[in-house]
């Protein structure tokens, strides 16, 4: 058996349309509860696989030059 506390949050309208938009039939604490459960990321490896090839690649090669530039500057 659950026991459900109410508590009395205000929004603004926007926030309140988009949550109504969103809705569909369930109740807005659903809705909160799925929303914020999907911004969870328990593991860097949920981010696995979310770069293709190319920016993957792109992304490699600026870490590599900022190495070598903080290896200059430790001379």
Do not use: C, P
């Not at 926030?15 to 860097?44: P, V, W």
């Not at 992304?59 to 430790?74: A, N, Y």
């Amino acid at each position: 058996m659950h026991v459900y506390m109410t508590k009395i949050i205000s929004i603004s309208d926007e926030a309140y349309s988009e949550l109504s938009r969103l809705k569909n039939g369930l109740s807005f604490s659903k809705i909160i509860i799925t929303l914020t459960k999907m911004k969870k990321k328990d593991s860097i490896m949920d981010f696995a696989g979310s770069w293709d090839k190319e920016e993957a690649g792109r992304i490699l090669k600026e870490l590599k030059e900022e190495r070598k530039m903080k290896s200059r500057r430790m001379q």
